[in-house]
Every structure is written in structure tokens, then in C-alpha cells.
């Protein structure tokens, strides 16, 4: 039998940090380790994996890139931007993107790559999204505290007010899902004028504050200014892009940051289901670059009207939603079916998050959340939603079901479980959603908070085309660094 020792061993007897042996372990690059139950284990007699050449034999180092997140929630943005997570195979476009080294799981599933970028800090004032967050990225190798729970209004203060500076130095990249309550269509569309404050309570007076919620990208703003990171990456709902001239406004403000000092590209709306999220689901994207990190070239194609192929930050599509709107390099979108091969009926599996489902009887068309969810097409927007208006996997042919074939099999009407809603956003299955106190160091997540967050998130699997694209462009942006 085998003798083997752990990362933080391994770390220890080679002199790299743990986080990088994990990653050579998902790459192969260390003969002999395994996963078992989540965690690594690398053969004593194993050696230290060596720098991979490139073409003119010499040593490339890749330096790792270093993303403080804001409004982090479970980590949705995080997880795609760090890759080495499960995806469905059908998720996939080899001919567009066969350079992504996928290493096939099964017959359904493959595992895509890590990259070059790694979370150093992450914040949000949901302590469910913290304990969700800490709970799955320490055993990806993160230390929890890096997670601040806290709003970024308050930490910035700290910075200008006390002097107190939390954010890590050498910041590669900065990202944000800003809140989206107020821009969204499903929401009260208060824009910029929200009566919600920065920590998620309603304002007590009724006046204009640059710290209520729907102006917290001034915050994140401020951050950029403070941390000065390459490259920054905003996320919002489509929503605000038809909210009067809020997405020109917001272009400007982030213009600005640092005297003008970042080029902001112009935002682009991307529909979750052109990078394989089986989810209609569709965001805004701002993205801004550093002038004086990007070398000449780069400037100068990036200040332009009209962003050459080559340089477009923004990843390219994958999957077509239509067929008569597609090339012939494209998939067709993957579907709500394809995204729940493999899981049992909740009273089967042993997984808590797929056991547990939101109990709340069907209330009538006219309320949100009562439509059942179709099969053969992309799911609808998965929002942070309380349990009563979670879509139903399946109604009853007196509430109209079309889910023919597993009301034939007798199975009951209910709602998408948590497994379900997670599978939809792209999330892998060893994400836990659903934990128990006792099992969490007394920190426990209900179904409800988990619908929540959920909801809430950025899909991985966006976030990880986002990231991709970056990461494939880096060097022509700045040269190498």
C-alpha cells in the first residue's frame, strides 16, 4: 500500500504554497495523486514537478494573478475565475475554445482547467454567503479569512477615515457583482434613488445618499482607486442597461477612477446561455483596463470605437439559442434535461441539497414562481428568491404540467430543489448548499439561504469564459507581464 502525505506536507517539504500543489494535483503534474473524499493525497516518494518549457526550451514562468472580489456572495465570479471545477460536456465547445485543456470525468461531465488567477479577498454582508463560501474554497486551499463580512462602504472608510488598509497589495484584477435589486425588471427598478442602504437595511431618512444600495459601484469605485489593479470587471443585470442613461453614467464613473486613468471598454449585455449555462439569464458587463499597465499597442486598440476580434476582451460565443442566428463553429444551447442527468428524486439521494426543495403549494399563474420549467429548453433566470417563488420542476396536469413523462412515472408536483437550481447556474455538485450546523462548525445553511445565494450568483461557467478570455489575452495586453 501506498504511503502518502497531504498538501500542507507536501507544501512544506517542496516550499510552495498549498494552494499551488492543489492545483499541479487537478493539472496531473504530480505522478500518483489522488482525490479521495475531496481531499488530495501525494505520494511520499513523489517529486517536485518541475517549470514547463516553452518552444525555445526555456523556462516560462506564469505568475500568478491575483482578483480581489467584491460583493463575493457564494463565489460564483470567484469560482470562474479560478477554474478546476465540473461542467456538463455538452457545456463545452472544443472547436472554439480547443485549446482549454478538459480532462473528461464520465460519459456527461468534464473538468475544465485552473487559471492563472487565485482570490486573495473576498467580502459580502450575507453571513449564508460567507459560510457557503468559506466552507467550499478552504478546501480548494483559501484561508477564510480573507472573506470579510462587511460592506465595502465600511471598509473603504476604514481605509480613508483610520488609516487601516485591508485590501492585499499587488492587485491584478478587481471584480464585483454590484447589488442588482434596483436595476432589475423583477425588483421596484429604483435605480440610483433606492431606499435600501449598504448593509441590506432601509434607509431611515428619505434622502439622496451615495451610500445607498443602488449606488454602492461608487464603492467598488473607491476600491479600484485604492488598489489600482490592471484590470476591473463589473457585473449588473441587463436591466440597468434600459434604465434611462444609467449604463452611460456608470461607464464615466469608472472612466474616471484615478484621474482618468483606466480605459473603460464599452459594456456588453451576455446571455448566460451563449457560454453553455442551460439559464436565461442575461448580465451586463463593464470592463475597464489600466492605461498605464497596457503597453502601446494595446492602448491604442482598445481606445477605439470599434475593438479589432483580436483584442476584444469580451469572450467569444459558444452555443446558439437559435439556428438561423448561429455559425457553423457554434453548439446548440444546453437545456434544462441536460442539466439534471444523474440526479435521483429528492427521497433517493443522499445529497442535502438535492434532498432538500421548497415545500410551498402552487399559489396560481398569476403569482411569480408558479410556471413549471421546460425540459427540452434553457431554464428561466434562477433569482434570489424565497422559497414560494422558486419555479416548480414539475405541476400537476390540473395546474397545467407538460412534464409528461415523470407525471406518467406518478412522480408528485413539486419545486426545483436547491441541487437543481444550483445545476442550472453551473455550480459543481461538491458545492454543499444545505449544511447542517453540526456538520459546520455550528454555522448552518438552510434551504432558504441557499435559494438565495444561489440566485444571487454569478454561473461559474460565464464567469469562467470571462476569465478565460482575460487570461488568454494577458500577455498581448501588457506585454508579457
Known sequence: MKDFMSVNESAKKWGISERRIQYLCSENRIDGAEKIGGVWLIPNDATKPVNKKNKSNKIKIEKTLNVLSLFSGCGGMDLGFEGGFSVLKKSINKRINNHWKIKKIDDYWVGLPKTRFTTVFANDIRTDARNAWVRYFTKRGADKNIYYLESIVNLVK???????????????????????????????????????????????EDVPTVENRGQLYIWM???????????????????????????????????????????????????????????????????????????????NK??????????????????????????????????????????????????????????????????????????????????????????????????????????????????????????????????????????????????????????????PLLAYHIAKRLEDNWDLYFGGD
Request: charged letters at 25%; a neutral charge.
Open 158 to 204: 476604514l481605509y480613508k477615515e483610520n488609516s487601516v488598509n485591508i485590501f492585499p497589495k499587488e492587485i491584478d484584477v478587481v471584480t464585483g457583482g454590484f447589488p442588482c435589486q434596483d436595476f432589475s425588471i423583477a425588483g421596484k427598478r429604483q435605480g440610483f434613488n433606492s431606499q435600501k442602504g449598504h448593509d441590506g437595511y432601509k434607509l431611515v
Open 302 to 459: 482598445l481606445s477605439e470605437k470599434s475593438i479589432s476580434a483580436e483584442y476584444d476582451p469580451y469572450p467569444i460565443i459558444t452555443h446558439f439559442l437559435n439556428k438561423d442566428n448561429s455559425n457553423k463553429y457554434q453548439n446548440a444551447f444546453v437545456n434544462t434535461k441536460d442539466a439534471f442527468v444523474g440526479l435521483e428524486e429528492p427521497d433517493l439521494s443522499n445529497d442535502l441539497s438535492q434532498k432538500t426543495y421548497s415545500k410551498a403549494k402552487y399559489m396560481g399563474k398569476h403569482c411569480q414562481g408558479q410556471n413549471e420549467v421546460s425540459m427540452d429548453k434553457i431554464a428561466p433566470t434562477i433569482r434570489s428568491e424565497h422559497h414560494g417563488n422558486i419555479e416548480f420542476r414539475r405541476l400537476s396536469v390540473e395546474h397545467g404540467g407538460n412534464n409528461f413523462e415523470e407525471i406518467l412515472l406518478g412522480l408528485p408536483e413539486r419545486r426545483l430543489t436547491v441541487r437543481e437550481c444550483a445545476r442550472i447556474q453551473t455550480f459543481p455538485d461538491d458545492y454543499e448548499f444545505v449544511v447542517k450546523a453540526q456538520d459546520n462548525d455550528g454555522k448552518s445553511i438552510s434551504g432558504s439561504e441557499a435559494y438565495k445565494i444561489i440566485g444571487n450568483a454569478v454561473p
Open 221 to 299: 469605485r473607491e476600491v479600484i482607486a485604492i488598489t489600482k489593479p490592471k484590470v476591473f470587471i463589473a457585473e449588473n443585470v441587463k436591466g440597468l442597461t434600459n434604465l434611462s442613461n444609467v449604463k452611460d453614467i456608470i461607464e464615466k464613473d469608472f472612466a474616471s477612477v484615478c484621474d482618468g486613468g483606466y480605459i473603460v471598454v464599452p459594456a456588453k449585455v451576455l446571455h448566460a446561455a451563449n457560454y453553455g449555462v442551460p439559464q436565461n439569464r442575461e448580465r451586463v458587463i463593464f470592463l475597464g483596463f489600466k492605461k498605464s499597465a497596457l503597453n502601446e499597442k494595446a492602448l
